[in-house]
């Protein structure tokens, strides 16, 4: 018999899905971080800097919102479904760590076999929206599928295995401006290189989180790597992902509009190391939760370029 439906441990305790959901639906909710919006948000603001970096390159097109909108749907089923992969194929390490363990499948809420439905399912929800946009598009999100099918192994073979969720988790920016513009360019390369150094750098500080089972596992991280310079070493990554952005911007045609309102985001980020304390609980995962203010104050500065 599956274990009694319990609230996941590092969701909030009043989240909608405890709150409101049906008995039944709430653990493939927590499969899919439904409890956790966080993930999608993350998710879906490259995206967002991907049509606003298109629309900066050429105006005439006008802002890309119902791309966004599609994309915004996409980006909770797909991070539902990669979740949901990620929890199939950690289930046995997910027993062995403490913030991990009333997870769905290894506290029995769900079998492994009805997880796997339920990934099918989100899969074919959001090939629905994908087959919305151009056939360039299509083809892309496709291929970084790969990417999304090697990271839960990642953390077993190296110490970067945050480099390749920044590889998936930042496509969104190659996406947003090919549907745009039906291909590729520097600028939007560039976009999603500095987005990938942002990722690295946010998730090593959510990963800080988890350090100590980590090591008695023998899962790899970033933040055990780097260790007592994980503070320097993100701000590195961070200054990069920041250098990087302000250089797409400038070849896609913006200017002194997005570099001046561009450091709201980069006072975010410095907020961020200034305050950041492994050893404080609760510390590492409010200062990665703020990235969603990242995101929001980079596509708001997109969005302000193009209107002056």
Same mark, same amino acid.
């Given at each position: 018999?599956?274990?009694?439906?319990?609230?996941?441990?590092?969701?909030?305790?009043?989240?909608?899905?405890?709150?409101?959901?049906?008995?039944?639906?709430?653990?493939?909710?927590?499969?899919?971080?439904?409890?956790?919006?966080?993930?999608?948000?993350?998710?879906?603001?490259?995206?967002?800097?991907?049509?606003?970096?298109?629309?900066?390159?050429?105006?005439?097109?006008?802002?890309?919102?119902?791309?966004?909108?599609?994309?915004?749907?996409?980006?909770?089923?797909?991070?539902?479904?990669?979740?949901?992969?990620?929890?199939?194929?950690?289930?046995?390490?997910?027993?062995?760590?403490?913030?991990?363990?009333?997870?769905? =499948?290894?506290?029995? !809420?769900?079998?492994?076999?009805? @997880? /796997?439905?339920?990934?099918?399912?989100? #899969?074919? *929800?959001?090939? %629905?929206?994908?087959?919305?946009?151009?056939?360039?598009?299509?083809?892309?999100?496709?291929?970084?599928?790969?990417?999304?099918?090697?990271?839960?192994?990642?953390?077993?073979?190296?110490?970067?295995?945050?480099?390749?969720?920044?590889?998936?988790?930042?496509?969104?920016?190659?996406?947003?401006?090919?549907?745009?513009?039906?291909?590729?360019?520097?600028?939007?390369?560039?976009?999603?290189?500095?987005?990938?150094?942002?990722?690295?750098?946010?998730?090593? =500080?959510?990963?800080? !989180?988890?350090?100590?089972?980590? @090591? /008695?596992?023998?899962?790899?991280?970033? #933040?055990? *790597?780097?260790? %007592?310079?994980?503070?320097?070493?993100?701000?590195?990554?961070?200054?990069?992902?920041?250098?990087?952005?302000?250089?797409?911007?400038?070849?896609?045609?913006?200017?002194?509009?997005?570099?001046?309102?561009?450091?709201?985001?980069?006072?975010?980020?410095?907020?961020?190391?200034?305050?950041?304390?492994?050893?404080?609980?609760?510390?590492?995962?409010?200062?990665?939760?703020?990235?969603?203010?990242?995101?929001?104050?980079?596509?708001?500065?997109?969005?302000?370029?193009?209107?002056?």
């Amino acid at each position: 018999m599956p274990e009694q439906s319990t609230t996941v441990a590092d969701a909030q305790p009043t989240n909608w899905l405890d709150r409101y959901a049906p008995e039944r639906v709430k653990p493939y909710g927590r499969l899919a971080r439904w409890d956790r919006p966080i993930g999608f948000w993350l998710l879906f603001w490259p995206c967002a800097w991907g049509i606003g970096l298109a629309v900066v390159a050429a105006p005439d097109l006008g802002f890309g919102w119902w791309a966004a909108i599609l994309m915004f749907f996409g980006a909770v089923l797909m991070r539902g479904a990669g979740c949901t992969f990620n929890d199939i194929v950690d289930r046995d390490i997910d027993m062995q760590v403490a913030r991990t363990r009333s997870r769905p =499948i290894p506290s029995g !809420q769900v079998t492994t076999m009805e @997880a /796997l439905y339920f990934l099918v399912a989100q #899969a074919l *929800l959001a090939s %629905a929206i994908l087959f919305q946009f151009n056939r360039f598009t299509v083809y892309a999100s496709i291929a970084s599928l790969v990417l999304v099918a090697i990271y839960p192994f990642m953390k077993r073979v190296t110490w970067w295995p945050q480099l390749f969720l920044g590889l998936a988790f930042s496509f969104g920016a190659l996406v947003g401006w090919s549907s745009q513009t039906g291909g590729l360019g520097w600028a939007p390369v560039l976009l999603y290189a500095g987005t990938i150094l942002w990722v690295i750098g946010y998730d090593t =500080i959510y990963a800080l !989180q988890d350090v100590e089972d980590d @090591a /008695l596992v023998g899962v790899k991280s970033t #933040a055990r *790597l780097f260790g %007592a310079n994980v503070r320097p070493a993100v701000a590195v990554l961070y200054a990069g992902a920041f250098l990087l952005w302000n250089i797409a911007v400038l070849m896609a045609g913006g200017g002194l509009v997005f570099a001046t309102l561009s450091l709201v985001s980069a006072g975010l980020l410095a907020w961020q190391l200034w305050t950041l304390d492994a050893a404080a609980p609760g510390n590492p995962l409010l200062r990665f939760k703020n990235n969603h203010y990242v995101g929001v104050a980079l596509t708001l500065a997109l969005l302000a370029e193009w209107v002056w």
